[in-house]
């Protein structure tokens, strides 16, 4: 595989530039979210590759780990609108999407967006609501419009949704169908923190919570542009083949009843994009790839054990992938 080379051409100057301007103000939107998020500089890096990849992110691991602090703190990062919405048991749909409510006075209906009609949406313990209210999201999230009594109206962009949730097994959840699944570019789970790291986020939090410090420092053009910037990411071809290779051989495994879909094969893709422009790089290379299939591709796998449960799925999605890729050939 022939690594890219920037000419000197203007068109290869000014794509220089872009991945610069951008990586800079990158770095420094990492830094204010990990002035909150300690020791998770991967986990951080990885919610940063599903906002400029425009993918949607899950954050999944057991109660008080920092799943909402984590997403609150990318969205307060942004100079963006952003809503939070506590799913529950008891919330509708139109507590979501909006609904139409009749004026008496002028005899019409007059429409009332709800929270999704935002840059992000922090949807907090998403699988705590029930499968209908959860469905409210797929349109959301798949084609950044809802469409409600027929009339499709659009989403403020960029649009994201940064979803937590609690394991399955817990009391008083509904598991994600693989239809919601697929719709989420990264899942990712943070993990307790060390005893040092612990100690610290302990000091952080003496006289002030960090969260309430951290201050916008990308603007809704800076972030446009650098999401405009990982398009123009450059990705061999070798490097497609290598993707490919992995997304078939899910398809073909007997261990696996449901493999990556194409909405999968482009996240990966995006997803590397990102990744390399996060890295400082106008090219993608194939540690790229390699990093991202696990968080990509196991939330979207099924596993045949259907006695299972969820984290005995995930962890055996998980193995899965890591026997895949190592036996596909990486490009030369």
């Known amino acids: 595989?022939?690594?890219?080379?920037?000419?000197?051409?203007?068109?290869?100057?000014?794509?220089?530039?872009?991945?610069?301007?951008?990586?800079?103000?990158?770095?420094?939107?990492?830094?204010?979210?990990?002035?909150?998020?300690?020791?998770?500089?991967?986990?951080?890096?990885?919610s940063l590759v599903a906002l400029f990849g425009r993918g949607h992110l899950l954050i999944e691991d057991v109660p008080g780990i920092g799943?909402?602090?984590?997403?609150?703190?990318?969205?307060?990062?942004?100079?963006?609108?952003?809503?939070?919405?506590?799913?529950?048991?008891?919330?509708?749909?139109?507590?979501?999407?909006?609904l139409s409510i009749f004026n008496q006075g002028s005899g019409e209906f007059e429409w009332k967006p709800g929270p999704i009609f935002s840059n992000?949406?922090?949807?907090?313990?998403?699988?705590?609501?029930?499968?209908?209210?959860?469905?409210?999201?797929l349109e959301a999230m798949a084609e950044a419009q809802v469409t409600v009594d027929g009339i499709s109206r659009r989403l403020p962009l960029p649009f994201m949704v940064i979803a937590t949730q609690n394991p399955t097994e817990h009391h008083g959840t509904y598991p994600l169908p693989e239809s919601q699944l697929d719709r989420f570019a990264l899942r990712l789970h943070l993990g307790y923190p060390s005893l040092q790291?612990?100690?610290?986020?302990?000091?952080?939090?003496?006289?002030?919570?960090?969260?309430?410090?951290?201050?916008?420092?990308?603007?809704?053009?800076?972030?446009?542009?650098a999401q405009e910037s990982v398009a123009a990411v450059r990705v061999d071809d070798a490097l497609v083949e290598y993707l490919l290779k992995i997304v078939e051989a899910t398809r073909n495994n007997d261990a696996i009843e449901l493999g990556v879909s194409p909405r999968g094969s482009l996240a990966?893709?995006?997803?590397?994009?990102?990744?390399?422009?996060?890295?400082?790089?106008?090219?993608?290379?194939?540690?790229?790839?390699?990093?991202?299939?696990?968080?990509?591709f196991a939330h979207r796998l099924m596993i045949g054990s259907r006695t299972a449960g969820i984290r005995q799925k995930t962890k055996e999605a998980e193995n899965l992938l890591t026997e895949i890729l190592q036996g596909i050939p990486v490009p030369l």
């Open 197 to 225: 790291d612990e100690r610290m986020i302990l000091k952080d939090r003496e006289n002030v919570n960090p969260l309430d410090l951290i201050e916008p420092v990308m603007t809704l053009k800076e972030i446009i542009a």
């Open 268 to 296: 990966l893709f995006r997803s590397a994009q990102a990744l390399a422009l996060i890295e400082g790089r106008d090219y993608c290379i194939v540690d790229d790839i390699k990093q991202l299939v696990v968080p990509c």
């Open 120 to 137: 992000i949406v922090v949807a907090d313990e998403i699988n705590r609501a029930t499968p209908k209210t959860q469905s409210a999201l």
């Open 67 to 98: 799943k909402t602090t984590l997403a609150n703190a990318m969205a307060r990062s942004l100079d963006l609108s952003i809503q939070r919405i506590q799913f529950t048991s008891d919330l509708l749909p139109s507590d979501v999407i909006g």
């Open 1 to 46: 595989m022939r690594d890219w080379i920037t000419t000197e051409s203007e068109s290869g100057m000014a794509a220089t530039d872009g991945v610069m301007d951008a990586g800079a103000k990158i770095a420094e939107l990492r830094t204010a979210v990990e002035t909150v998020i300690r020791g998770k500089s991967d986990i951080v890096r990885l």
